[in-house]
Nanobody, 115 residues
């Protein structure tokens, strides 16, 4: 069973930056799409960014130009560099893969942006 662990969350001021990491176990992680989602208080979970095994990327309109997703297969890690953070970015951030047709989620890491 693949396991995902997010890290890097914290408290930052608006305009600041954070770098989140998602680390997966097993070789499968390096050959699959990895997604970042977030869930703000009182809101539904929403898509943030994704990256394919070949490092093609996709972003939600709300984070385009500010967030960058990348992967380091040698470390089984996908990163989410978040720049120019806004109060609206406050949320628990989760990484996700699909393994054998089943979504696998990490435990989440909290990002709090002060306004």
């Amino acid at each position: 069973q693949v396991q995902l662990v997010e890290s890097g969350g914290g408290l930052v001021q608006a305009g600041g930056s954070l770098r989140l990491s998602c680390t997966g176990s097993g070789s499968f992680f390096s050959i699959t799409v990895v997604d970042w989602y977030r869930q703000a208080p009182g809101r539904e979970r929403e898509f943030v960014a994704s990256i394919t095994a070949s490092s093609s990327t996709n972003y939600a309109d709300s984070v385009k130009g500010r967030f960058t997703i990348s992967r380091d297969n040698a470390k089984n890690t996908v990163n989410l560099q978040m720049n120019s953070l806004k109060y609206e970015d406050t949320a628990v951030y989760y990484c996700k893969i699909v393994r054998r047709g089943i979504e696998v989620w990490g435990q989440g890491t909290l990002v709090t942006v002060s306004s």
